[in-house]
């Protein structure tokens, strides 16, 4: 009976260790996420202020541009937009990459420097 108890006890606190596990990684998954979603929010306001330089550029020189050359420049700073989009999401991906790189280093160098006893 006592080792029913002993294992009883180890099941319990490994689970414990688990669940404080998960519960520190989505501790840092909401910072993560939460720091993509305002950094969504800024890429947002600034492809929404190009659009509007765009918009107000049209509407200034609507009777000295084509209506062709202002669908182009529409169609154009849509697709920058895109771009912009595209870029920052490899940058934050390269960053991400990078990062892991230097702690498997770190690991790496620490591994070796650990002396056994």
Do not use: H, P
């Amino acid at each position: 009976m006592k080792l029913v108890q002993k294992m009883v006890v180890i099941w319990i606190i490994s689970l414990y260790y688990i669940f404080w596990l998960i519960n520190t990684f989505f501790k840092v998954r909401l910072y993560k996420d939460g720091g993509d979603a305002w950094f969504g929010v800024k890429l947002d306001l600034i492809s929404f202020i190009l659009l509007l330089f765009v918009l107000l550029f049209s509407l200034a020189f609507r009777d000295t541009v084509s209506s062709q050359a202002i669908g182009l420049l529409l169609t154009y700073s849509m697709k920058l937009i895109d771009y912009l989009y595209g870029i920052m999401e490899r940058f934050t991906t390269l960053k991400n990459l990078l990062t892991s790189v230097k702690r498997c280093e770190s690991l790496n160098s620490s591994r070796r420097n650990f002396i056994w006893r």
